[in-house]
T-cell receptor, first 113, second 115 residues
Framework: GENVEQHPSTLSVQEGDSAVIKCTYS??????FPWYKQELGKRPQLIID?????GEKKDQRIAVTLNKTAKHFSLHITETQPEDSAVYFC????????????FGAGTRLAVHP | GAVVSQHPSWVICKSGTSVKIECRSL??????MFWYRQFPKQSLMLMAT?????????EQGVEKDKFLINHASLTLSTLTVTSAHPEDSSFYIC???????????FGPGTRLLVL
């Protein structure tokens, strides 16, 4: 079946450093790639998303890049802050639509003051 | 914004009982809702897609007679875990899609513990 691989599983950085999380997907028909942040015991919150007709998108300290040829997309967080500490999930749409999502395994990000 | 609620937030039940979880979109209509299951420190696994007015579509390996889904209105989908067993204990999260090609907005989740 279709899958999304996410790396690393854990990431520890110092406050102010950048963090990069990478995902690869298998479905060549995937065209929507959201990233979610989940704090312990809480719901996933969308932080940024990108569609297949765009190669890069930025929102303040957060950016996402997409390489459709390589089936690869990445999340970049700059100037990290302790409140960025959470689990981050990438996801990819499957089946050619936009709504059915397959999630990566998650990356636990720890930002140390 | 787009607010999705879930009820109850947590439930403890005895093995063999059935548990109903409600997912509501509070400020928008959702023709499509999704049900996920999340084990501790693991990812979200899609269980089924719930479409208003039609039967749910279940993912491979998810028993439709075990996890009954009803999407009777544009703002409400329910998941009933029938004859729950300890292995059904998990965090169940719903999401709702607002219109086509829109983001999924997640509910706060329901933590189920079956004794």
């Amino acid at each position: 079946g279709e899958n999304v691989e996410q790396h690393p599983s854990t990431l520890s950085v110092q406050e102010g450093d950048s963090a990069v999380i990478k995902c690869t997907y298998s479905d060549s028909a995937s065209n929507y790639f959201p990233w979610y942040k989940q704090e312990l015991g809480k719901r996933p919150q969308l932080i940024i998303d990108i569609r297949s007709n765009v190669g890069e998108k930025k929102d303040q300290r957060i950016a996402v890049t997409l390489n459709k040829t390589a089936k690869h997309f990445s999340l970049h967080i700059t100037e990290t802050q302790p409140e960025d500490s959470a689990v981050y999930f990438c996801a990819a749409s499957i089946g050619g639509g936009y709504n059915k999502l397959i999630f990566g395994a998650g990356t636990r990000l720890a930002v140390h003051p | 914004g787009a607010v999705v609620s879930q009820h109850p937030s947590w439930v403890i039940c005895k093995s063999g009982t059935s548990v109903k979880i409600e997912c509501r979109s509070l400020d928008f209509q959702a023709t499509t809702m999704f049900w996920y299951r999340q084990f501790p420190k693991q990812s979200l696994m899609l269980m089924a897609t719930s479409n208003e007015g039609s039967k749910a579509t279940y993912e491979q390996g998810v028993e439709k007679d075990k996890f009954l889904i009803n999407h009777a209105s544009l703002t409400l989908s329910t998941l009933t875990v029938t004859s729950a067993h300890p292995e059904d204990s998990s965090f169940y999260i719903c999401s709702a899609e607002r219109g086509e090609q829109e983001t999924q907005y997640f509910g706060p989740g329901t933590r189920l513990l079956v004794l």
